[in-house]
């Protein structure tokens, strides 16, 4: 059995920047441990399966690291997106994807994409001496959303010094954020460190700026803002917080297209 598969990096800047994710479409789900050992062979951050939509119906998506499924992933949704806006869709304005965050949307803007996502309310946290230990920071704050943890830093050159020693990080739901306020057209800059779920450092996370954007809203206020993500790859997204949704704007380039071979009797949901 043949299935394809594309490598698809989102909120780019240019060639070889953004966030790299693997988009697998699915004539119907297989078992879930071959969509986990697929993700595991595919070793990027995320690779995002979905099964074809009737008309009128979402595609309905799915996530996982090389180490779990996630609840929500902005990037491989963004990359999803553009594939089949390119392969199925050249007309369509939008395209509507049920997940297990709830129904998320994705529509063109210009040579951008806009993905709507459910806002996630930063909450004030206890600081944990043993994850600012790994991280090697003095945070301003902390918070917690549904799920990371967000460790404000004093300035975006501490964001970008950060050095984690990712072995002595505490068990946590997902991952965590480092941020501070930008600078240059930047209104705020972040890393993003998940070794819980198979993911050293995330290159570009969609998902973490739902928690993010109304973080520096509020900070800054203004609904509308720029950031940047100061992983070595680097990449850009535009935010906008309306209402209990937050719409990250940002562009696609596609680097390969490919085909997986597997053995017969795998097939199985």
Same mark, same amino acid.
């Given at each position: 059995?043949?299935?394809?598969?594309h490598?698809?990096?989102?909120?780019v800047?240019?060639p070889f920047?953004?966030?790299?994710?693997?988009?697998?479409?699915?004539p119907?789900w297989l078992?879930?441990?071959?969509?986990?050992?697929?993700?595991?062979?595919?070793?990027?951050?995320e690779?995002?399966?979905? %099964?074809?939509a009737?008309?009128?119906e979402p595609?309905?998506?799915?996530?996982?690291?090389?180490g779990a499924?996630?609840?929500l992933c902005?990037?491989? %949704?963004?990359?999803?997106?553009?594939?089949?806006?390119?392969?199925?869709h050249?007309?369509?304005?939008?395209?509507?994807?049920? %997940?297990r965050?709830?129904l998320?949307?994705?529509?063109?803007?210009?040579?951008?994409?806009v993905?709507? *996502?459910?806002l996630?309310?930063?909450?004030?946290?206890?600081p944990?001496p043993?994850?600012?230990?790994?991280?090697?920071?003095?945070p301003?704050? %902390?918070?917690r959303g549904?799920?990371?943890?967000?460790v404000v830093l004093?300035?975006?050159?501490?964001?970008?010094?950060?050095?984690p020693?990712? *072995?002595?990080?505490?068990?946590?739901?997902?991952g965590?954020i480092?941020t501070?306020?930008g600078?240059a057209?930047?209104?705020?800059?972040?890393?993003?460190?998940?070794?819980?779920?198979?993911?050293?450092e995330?290159?570009?996370t969609g998902s973490?700026?739902?928690l993010?954007?109304?973080?520096?809203?509020?900070e800054?206020g203004?609904?509308?803002l720029?950031?940047?993500?100061?992983?070595?790859?680097?990449g850009?997204l535009a935010?906008?917080?309306?209402?209990?949704?937050?719409?990250?704007?940002?562009?696609?380039r596609?680097?390969?297209?490919?085909?997986v071979?597997?053995e017969?009797?795998?097939?199985t949901?």
């Open positions: 059995m043949e299935l394809p598969l490598q698809i990096d989102a909120f800047d240019g920047s953004g966030n790299p994710a693997a988009v697998m479409p699915l119907s078992d879930d441990a071959m969509l986990q050992a697929l993700a595991e062979e595919n070793n990027l951050s690779t995002a399966f979905y %099964t074809p009737l008309p009128g595609y309905q998506l799915r996530w996982f690291t090389p499924e996630v609840d902005g990037h491989a %949704t963004l990359a999803t997106a553009a594939q089949l806006f390119d392969d199925v050249p007309e369509a304005p939008r395209l509507d994807f049920a %997940t965050s709830g998320l949307s994705v529509t063109r803007d210009g040579d951008g994409l993905l709507d *996502l459910p996630d309310e930063p909450r004030p946290a206890t944990d043993e994850l600012l230990a790994a991280l090697g920071v003095t301003v704050r %902390t918070l549904a799920f990371d943890e967000v004093a300035s975006a050159a501490q964001v970008r010094d950060v050095a020693n990712l *072995l002595a990080f505490p068990p946590l739901p997902r965590v480092v501070a306020a600078s057209g930047v209104d705020f800059v972040s890393r993003f460190f998940a070794p819980a779920v198979g993911v050293a995330d290159p570009v973490a700026h739902a993010l954007a109304p973080l520096w809203a509020a800054l203004r609904s509308r720029v950031a940047r993500q100061l992983s070595a790859r680097g850009s935010c906008e917080v309306v209402g209990d949704r937050v719409r990250l704007t940002g562009r696609c596609r680097y390969l297209d490919g085909v071979h597997l017969e009797g795998v097939l949901a």
